[in-house]
T-cell receptor, first 114, second 112 residues
Framework: GAGVSQSPRYKVTKRGQDVALRCDPI?????LYWYRQALGQGPEFLTY????????KSGLPNDRFSAERPEGSISTLTIQRTEQRDSAMYRC????????????FGPGTRLTVT | ELKVEQNPLFLSMQEGKNYTIYCNYS?????LYWYRQDPGKSLESLFV?????AVKQEGRLMASLDTKARLSTLHITAAVHDLSATYFC????????????FGEGTQLTVNP
């Protein structure tokens, strides 16, 4: 079956612009996670949802970052007024539930802020 | 703060040799995960270890978990070039719920 998909795969934006990154989880997966991965590092947790409810947003770096999952399926991570330090790979993962431990990762969106 | 430490961070080995990657963590979580990442690719789940003493094997890779020592190992037997990748361990802490905290990764290169 289809895995986790993300779009766009690559995004180049100018400093100060807003960007929206999309994640489409595996069908039927209740839990959706956002991570950020710097080059040569492991992924770093940002936020996660069960259905449409945001359960934990403690990893969001500041209030320029927000995420939503209004219908409990597709999620959008929005970064406002982007800065160069926001450049990274943004990865989405999903799991059947948050008690079903295995998280399946998407291909990621490579964000470059110039 | 939950910390996950892997060593070594870089490992170059010959085909046919054995080696072990270590993952130490600071929480009391009983759940540990191993992922593989090829260059430019996403993370592929290898093993999910859910209890003390858990051991799982897939091909030339075997993972184990000692929750008392807060240590997991990934053992490579008779390495082949196809195993070249970066390997991450991750933990979800008892106070952090489902969020995974990853180690820095071990970049493995298997030379012919």
């Amino acid at each position: 079956g289809a895995g986790v998909s993300q779009s766009p795969r690559y995004k180049v934006t100018k400093r100060g612009q807003d960007v929206a990154l999309r994640c489409d989880p595996i069908s039927g997966h209740v839990s959706l996670y956002w991570y950020r991965q710097a080059l040569g590092q492991g992924p770093e947790f940002l936020t996660y949802f069960n259905y449409e409810a945001q359960q934990d947003k403690s990893g969001l770096p500041n209030d320029r970052f927000s995420a939503e999952r209004p219908e409990g399926s597709i999620s959008t991570l929005t970064i406002q007024r982007t800065e160069q330090r926001d450049s990274a790979m943004y990865r989405c993962a999903s799991s059947l539930t948050d008690l079903q431990y295995e998280q399946y990762f998407g291909p990621g969106t490579r964000l470059t802020v110039t | 703060e939950l910390k996950v430490e892997q060593n070594p961070l870089f490992l170059s080995m010959q085909e046919g040799k054995n080696y072990t990657i270590y993952c130490n963590y600071s929480t009391t979580s009983d759940r540990l995960y191993w992922y593989r990442q090829d260059p430019g690719k996403s993370l592929e789940s290898l093993f999910v270890l859910l209890s003390n003493g858990a051991v799982k094997q897939e091909g030339r890779l075997m993972a184990s978990l000692d929750t008392k020592a807060r240590l997991s190992t990934l053992h490579i037997t008779a390495a082949v070039h196809d195993l070249s990748a970066t390997y991450f361990c991750a933990v979800d802490g008892e106070t952090s719920g489902s969020r995974l905290t990853f180690g820095e990764g071990t970049q493995l290169t298997v030379n012919p």
